[in-house]
């Protein structure tokens, strides 16, 4: 079935940085649909897929990688554009319902009666106390009389705090006596300690919405000479944004382009796999990636930064052996050192090779290896699961028949499939997007990311636009299918090191508390 679209709507696609022939082509993935990802088998401690490390191991990697770092560039990678809209989805919904006193709401929600009782453990306290003040108004007060909404709105409104429209990463997270840090500056505190360059800088590149970047670029320079100080170090802070063209066309539940009030077409953001044009675009030896809102107090950070350090380290020799092995093949080497190159593609990396790759002439193994091996590597962190939603490491087959590791989330497997719900059900580990990645090769130059994306692993969602029920993509993920052609490790790291903030009760964890 062809698609109508007029000549503004051809001009508003041209705008957005996107060709008719791609508006069709994603038209036509909502008709068809994604194919669901193939589980071959969980990826486990016991059968090699995730790797544990036992002590010696990780003083071994430690040891190298902080012997190494001095001469590479390294780069903190953190995806922050998300509004902290969500974390306050319980207040939302409280304020909207009770307006005045609420005298009976505990019951109902329980998580908006857990935020007023420990409201003055919350960084962020003194910030709402003084916002009220200026408009005369005391907190105590209205919590003794009961008025809570009138405290929730001046917490999330745009013209008071405006925390419900912030990103997360400007929030504050943490306190440290009389001081508070926001989820920005944990991650250069955490920088300092692993992300540390050679000549002595810390780069940290945060991926931003528009209308945010202003407040992060101001964040960032009223903090920057603070933490060079604390730290001896120099900071350097980037930021992008997710771009235009990377958004896809909306549409209704019978797959038609949707129109705003004024007939133009809708498109949405594709979601975090758009971030590979962003990562694609960073200069560096080493990329370290972790969300932006995955940070802890000082007190809890020591488990991140032994891991941090143990997985670039794995990084570094992972990447050498690689390296040493291309450039034997490009110089012609022996039947042995091809057979050596095999058992490290096939063990380590967990690279499957051709049924008959043994039986082939040395110069077509050395093809396929050369071929397999010369790709962008990650070694990704993976904590014990403990219920938590998302995507988790699995060995899989793809569209080709091949047989690799790849982080997959839920919505890609087929649940109705009795065997692949055992295969999701057996899994121990869980992804906590916690990655180290080398993206240059053994000829020190870099890859083109965007060739090593798997475009048949992104997925459609539904959402609410009004009274309408709208369908997206989501592009391929990044940790997911963005990065599944990548040659990938799994590492098990502590549970310590992943506290996401999902909610703004979790920020009354234990573990975002002054120690």
Same mark, same amino acid.
């Given at each position: 079935?062809?698609?109508?679209?007029?000549?503004?709507?051809?001009?508003?696609?041209?705008?957005?940085?996107?060709?008719?022939?791609?508006?069709?082509?994603?038209?036509?993935?909502? *008709?068809? $649909?994604?194919?669901?990802?193939?589980?071959?088998?969980?990826?486990? &401690? =016991?059968?090699?897929?995730?790797? +544990?490390? /036992?002590?010696?191991?990780?003083?071994?990697?430690?040891?190298?990688?902080?012997?190494?770092?001095?001469?590479?560039?390294?780069?903190?990678?953190?995806?922050?554009?998300?509004?902290?809209?969500?974390?306050?989805?319980?207040?939302?919904?409280?304020?909207?319902?009770?307006?005045?006193?609420?005298?009976?709401?505990?019951?109902?929600?329980?998580?908006?009666?857990?935020?007023?009782?420990?409201?003055?453990?919350?960084?962020?306290?003194?910030?709402?106390?003084?916002?009220?003040?200026?408009?005369?108004?005391?907190?105590?007060?209205?919590?003794?009389?009961?008025?809570?909404?009138?405290?929730?709105?001046?917490?999330?409104?745009?013209?008071?705090?405006?925390?419900?429209?912030?990103?997360?990463?400007?929030?504050?997270?943490? *306190?440290? $006596?009389?001081?508070?840090?926001?989820?920005?500056?944990?991650?250069? &505190? =955490?920088?300092?300690?692993?992300? +540390?360059? /050679?000549?002595?800088?810390?780069?940290?590149?945060?991926?931003?919405?528009?209308?945010?970047?202003?407040?992060?670029?101001?964040?960032?320079?009223?903090?920057?000479?603070?933490?060079?100080?604390?730290?001896?170090?120099?900071?350097?802070?980037?930021?992008?944004?997710?771009?235009?063209?990377?958004?896809?066309?909306?549409?209704?539940?019978?797959?038609?382009?949707?129109?705003?009030?004024?007939?133009?077409?809708?498109?949405?953001?594709?979601?975090?796999?758009?971030?590979?044009?962003?990562?694609?675009?960073?200069?560096?030896?080493?990329?370290?990636?972790?969300?932006?809102?995955?940070?802890?107090?000082?007190?809890?950070?020591?488990?991140?930064?032994?891991?941090?350090?143990?997985?670039?380290?794995?990084?570094?020799?992972?990447?050498?052996?690689?390296?040493?092995?291309?450039?034997?093949?490009?110089?012609?080497?022996?039947?042995?050192?091809?057979?050596?190159?095999?058992?490290?593609?096939?063990?380590?990396?967990?690279?499957?090779?051709?049924?008959?790759?043994?039986?082939?002439?040395?110069?077509?193994?050395?093809?396929?290896?050369?071929?397999?091996?010369?790709?962008?590597?990650?070694?990704?962190?993976?904590?014990?699961?403990?219920?938590?939603?998302?995507?988790?490491?699995?060995?899989?087959?793809?569209?080709?028949?091949?047989?690799?590791?790849?982080?997959?989330?839920?919505?890609?497997?087929?649940?109705?499939?009795?065997?692949?719900?055992?295969?999701?059900?057996?899994?121990?580990?869980?992804?906590?997007?916690?990655?180290?990645?080398?993206?240059?090769?053994?000829?020190?130059?870099?890859?083109?990311?965007?060739?090593?994306?798997?475009?048949?692993?992104?997925?459609?969602?539904?959402?609410?636009?009004?009274?309408?029920?709208?369908?997206?993509?989501?592009?391929?993920?990044?940790?997911?299918?963005?990065?599944?052609?990548?040659?990938?490790?799994?590492?098990?790291?502590?549970?310590?090191?992943?506290?996401?903030?999902?909610?703004?009760?979790?920020?009354?964890?234990?573990?975002?508390?002054?120690?």
């Amino acid at each position: 079935m062809s698609v109508t679209l007029t000549p503004e709507d051809l001009q508003q696609i041209e705008a957005h940085g996107l060709t008719r022939e791609q508006v069709e082509a994603q038209i036509a993935r909502f *008709r068809s $649909g994604f194919p669901r990802t193939q589980l071959a088998d969980a990826a486990t &401690v =016991e059968n090699g897929g995730i790797v +544990r490390l /036992g002590d010696d191991e990780i003083g071994h990697y430690i040891d190298l990688y902080q012997r190494r770092s001095k001469r590479l560039k390294t780069i903190k990678f953190v995806p922050a554009s998300g509004a902290a809209t969500r974390m306050f989805k319980d207040l939302y919904e409280f304020s909207a319902k009770y307006f005045g006193v609420a005298t009976n709401f505990a019951k109902e929600y329980p998580s908006v009666k857990e935020f007023l009782e420990n409201i003055r453990t919350f960084a962020f306290f003194e910030d709402l106390q003084a916002c009220m003040a200026r408009n005369g108004l005391d907190l105590q007060e209205y919590m003794n009389r009961g008025d809570y909404s009138t405290i929730i709105n001046y917490l999330l409104k745009d013209q008071f705090l405006a925390y419900g429209s912030l990103p997360k990463g400007l929030l504050k997270f943490h *306190r440290y $006596g009389g001081e508070a840090r926001t989820p920005v500056e944990e991650h250069i &505190v =955490e920088g300092a300690e692993y992300a +540390r360059s /050679g000549d002595g800088k810390v780069h940290i590149h945060f991926t931003v919405s528009p209308e945010h970047r202003d407040l992060f670029r101001k964040l960032t320079t009223t903090v920057r000479s603070r933490y060079e100080k604390m730290f001896g170090i120099r900071l350097n802070f980037s930021f992008s944004e997710q771009q235009h063209y990377t958004d896809t066309i909306a549409v209704d539940e019978q797959n038609n382009p949707i129109r705003d009030e004024e007939g133009r077409l809708v498109f949405r953001p594709g979601g975090h796999g758009a971030l590979i044009e962003n990562l694609n675009a960073q200069r560096a030896d080493i990329i370290f990636v972790k969300n932006i809102d995955n940070v802890v107090p000082d007190w809890m950070k020591h488990s991140t930064m032994v891991y941090k350090k143990a997985l670039a380290g794995m990084l570094i020799e992972l990447t050498d052996k690689t390296f040493r092995y291309l450039r034997a093949i490009d110089e012609g080497c022996s039947p042995q050192m091809l057979a050596a190159a095999a058992r490290f593609a096939r063990n380590t990396l967990h690279i499957e090779l051709p049924d008959d790759f043994d039986s082939l002439a040395p110069k077509q193994r050395a093809a396929v290896l050369h071929d397999r091996l010369d790709r962008p590597m990650r070694i990704c962190g993976m904590v014990k699961n403990q219920g938590e939603p998302g995507g988790g490491p699995f060995f899989t087959i793809n569209t080709h028949g091949i047989r690799g590791l790849q982080i997959v989330e839920t919505a890609q497997i087929n649940r109705k499939d009795p065997q692949q719900e055992a295969l999701l059900q057996s899994s121990t580990h869980f992804n906590p997007v916690d990655l180290v990645c080398s993206t240059r090769n053994y000829r020190g130059r870099y890859f083109d990311l965007r060739q090593f994306v798997d475009p048949e692993t992104g997925f459609i969602s539904k959402k609410s636009r009004g009274a309408q029920t709208l369908k997206s993509q989501e592009l391929p993920g990044l940790w997911n299918g963005a990065m599944a052609n990548w040659n990938t490790v799994f590492v098990e790291v502590p549970l310590a090191t992943f506290n996401p903030v999902k909610t703004v009760n979790d920020l009354l964890r234990k573990e975002h508390l002054e120690g």
